[in-house]
C-alpha cells in the first residue's frame, strides 16, 4: 500500500464526519496520536494514543444531535488545517465557529489541536484602550 499524502488523510477524515461514518476514521490514526479538544478551555482535553483518539471521534460522529461541517481545508506538508462549524443544538445560535491544526505523518495523523470560538465574553485589549484615559498606554 502507498502512503497517503496529507490532504488524502485530512479529506477522509472530513468525509467521516461529514457521511457520519465513524468506521472510516480507523486507519487514519497513527499509534501514538496526540489530540486535544476545544473543551474545557482553556486548554481543552487531551487524548492521547489511537485507540483513545478514534473512539474520542467516533462517538462525535455518532452523536446525531450534532453536526461538524467543514468550511475550508489548507494543506503544506504535512501539516493541515480545517475551519469548521459546529452545530449542537436546534436554535439559531446553538453552533460554534472553530479550526483544527492537524499533522499527518506516513499517512496517518499523529497531532490534531482543536481551537473554537468562545462562547461568553472574553476581555479585549481594544476594549480596555477604549476605557482608558486620555493619553494613558498600556
Known sequence: M???TTAEVIDRFNHAFVNRDAAALGDLVGENCVME??????????VEG???????????VDDHTTQFTPVDVFVTGERAAISWEYRYGEGPADWVAGVNIMRVQDGVIVEALGYSKTAGEVPLATDAEADAPAGATR
Open 2 to 4: 502507498s502512503v497517503r
Open 50 to 60: 489511537r485507540e483513545a483518539c478514534v473512539a474520542w471521534w467516533q462517538a462525535l
Open 37 to 46: 479538544s476545544v473543551q474545557p478551555a482553556p486548554r481543552g482535553e487531551r
